[in-house]
């Protein structure tokens, strides 16, 4: 189970840097001047927004399978980061897909990565029992 966990980790990391690439993106379209490069940038955002997003369930659900299927995956305070980053990514696939607005991900990118960095400086982060 510890390569498991520690492979949910790299996971987990890996997708908070492809958000932050993904915020990198759509700050870059709403900065461009053509419409033809504004169009690209932003659907590399939203490629990359899909990717991470992908890689975030992925370790989410790992976490989950580690911990037993009665302990959900946000019960300390890196699971409730991680899982509010994954609920703010999921509007913002919402977003993309539901109401056609992809450069909502200028706001949304940036507070992922900043929960998922936050998530990073907690002491906590191993799957625990619960009491």
């Known amino acids: 189970m510890n390569t498991l966990f520690e492979s949910a980790v790299k996971i987990m990391n890996t997708a908070a840097f492809v958000y932050l690439a993904a915020c990198f993106f759509y700050v870059f379209a709403i900065a461009s001047s053509r419409k033809e490069r504004t169009d690209s940038w932003a659907t590399a955002g939203t490629w990359a927004v899909l990717a991470a997003f992908v890689l975030h369930t992925t ?3 790992m976490r989950w399978y580690i911990g037993g299927i ?8 890196y699971e409730s980061l991680v899982f ?6 999921l509007f913002q696939v919402y977003a993309i897909f539901g109401w ?4 909502a991900g200028v706001v949304s990118m940036p507070l992922v990565f900043i929960l998922m960095g936050m ?3 907690t002491p906590n982060k191993g ?3 619960l009491i």
């Not at 009665?70 to 305070?77: A, E, F, I």
């Open 119 to 121: 998530s990073v400086m």
């Open 84 to 89: 509010f980053a994954w609920g703010v990514s």
């Open 70 to 77: 009665s302990r959900p995956p946000w019960t300390n305070l």
């Open 127 to 129: 799957v625990e029992p």
């Open 100 to 103: 056609k607005v992809r450069l």
């Open 59 to 61: 370790a989410l659900l």
